[in-house]
T-cell receptor, first 115, second 115 residues
Framework: AQSVTQLDSQVPVFEEAPVELRCNYS??????LFWYVQYPNQGLQLLLK??????LVESINGFEAEFNKSQTSFHLRKPSVHISDTAEYFCAVSGSNFGNEKLTFGTGTRLTIIP | ETGVTQSPTHLIKTRGQQVTLRCSSQSGHNTVSWYQQALGQGPQFIFQ???????GRGNFPPRFSGLQFPNYSSELNVNALELDDSALYLC??????????????FGSGTRLTVV
C-alpha cells in the first residue's frame, strides 16, 4: 500500500516569486510519482511524472520536480510563478508493478498567486 | 483523439435513491478507473476495470458498483445514496491498467449532490 502527504494545504505566493509545493510518500514497493493540477470546476491534468531514470523531471510550463528516494519526497518547484498557475495541485503515487498502478493521491495544495 | 467524457456533469439526488454515472474512455484506452473527490480532499480510488473485469477496489462499500462495456466505456452505480456520497466523481482511462505508458487521462467529473 502507498500513501502521500502534502504538508501544505494552502500556499500563497507573490507573482514572479519562486514556489515549492512539498510532497512525501510512503510505500513498501517501488513507485511511480506524479503531480496533477486541477483548475476550478475541472478534472485533473497531468503536470509531470517520474517513472525511472533522471530524478529531475520537468513540465512544459516551467514546473519541475525531483525524486528523492532517501527522503521519500517528490517536491514540486517553479522559479517564477504567474497568475495562471493559481490552481489545486495534487501529488500522487502508484506502484510500479503491472497490475498495481492505481493512483493514491495526497490531499492537495491550493496555490494562490498574489498580484 | 477524443479525451474522457463523463455524463452528466451535475446531478442532484435524494438520500436513499440510486444513481448511475457514465464515462467514455479515451480512444485506444482499455482501462477505466473511478475516483471520488469530496470537497477539499484528494481523489479516493473506488475501483478499476480492465477489459471488462474489475481489477482492484478501494475502501468503498458494496453499494458502489460498476461495469465496463466491450467498447471500454464504463458506468458507476451507487445504491441507497447517503449525504456523504456528495462529491465530484472522476473517471480516468488508461492503456493496459496504468501509469507506465501514457498515464491516466481524467474526465472533468460528475458533481453529485445528495440532499
Amino acid at each position: 500500500a502507498q500513501s502521500v502527504t502534502q504538508l501544505d494545504s494552502q500556499v500563497p505566493v507573490f507573482e514572479e516569486a519562486p514556489v515549492e509545493l512539498r510532497c512525501n510518500y510512503s510505500s513498501s514497493v517501488s513507485v511511480y510519482l506524479f503531480w496533477y493540477v486541477q483548475y476550478p470546476n475541472q478534472g485533473l491534468q497531468l503536470l509531470l511524472k517520474y517513472l525511472s531514470g533522471s530524478t529531475l523531471v520537468e513540465s512544459i510550463n516551467g514546473f519541475e520536480a525531483e525524486f528523492n528516494k532517501s527522503q521519500t519526497s517528490f517536491h514540486l518547484r517553479k522559479p517564477s510563478v504567474h497568475i495562471s498557475d493559481t490552481a489545486e495541485y495534487f501529488c500522487a503515487v502508484s506502484g510500479s508493478n503491472f497490475g498495481n498502478e492505481k493512483l493514491t493521491f495526497g490531499t492537495g495544495t491550493r496555490l494562490t498567486i498574489i498580484p | 483523439e477524443t479525451g474522457v467524457t463523463q455524463s452528466p456533469t451535475h446531478l442532484i439526488k435524494t438520500r436513499g435513491q440510486q444513481v448511475t454515472l457514465r464515462c467514455s474512455s479515451q480512444s485506444g484506452h482499455n482501462t477505466v478507473s473511478w475516483y471520488q473527490q469530496a470537497l477539499g480532499q484528494g481523489p479516493q480510488f473506488i475501483f478499476q476495470y480492465y477489459r471488462e473485469e474489475e481489477n482492484g477496489r478501494g475502501n468503498f462499500p458494496p453499494r458502489f458498483s460498476g461495469l465496463q462495456f466491450p467498447n471500454y466505456s464504463s458506468e458507476l452505480n451507487v445504491n441507497a445514496l447517503e449525504l456523504d456520497d456528495s462529491a465530484l466523481y472522476l473517471c480516468a482511462s488508461s492503456l493496459d491498467l496504468g501509469a507506465r505508458l501514457n498515464g491516466y487521462t481524467f474526465g472533468s467529473g460528475t458533481r453529485l449532490t445528495v440532499v
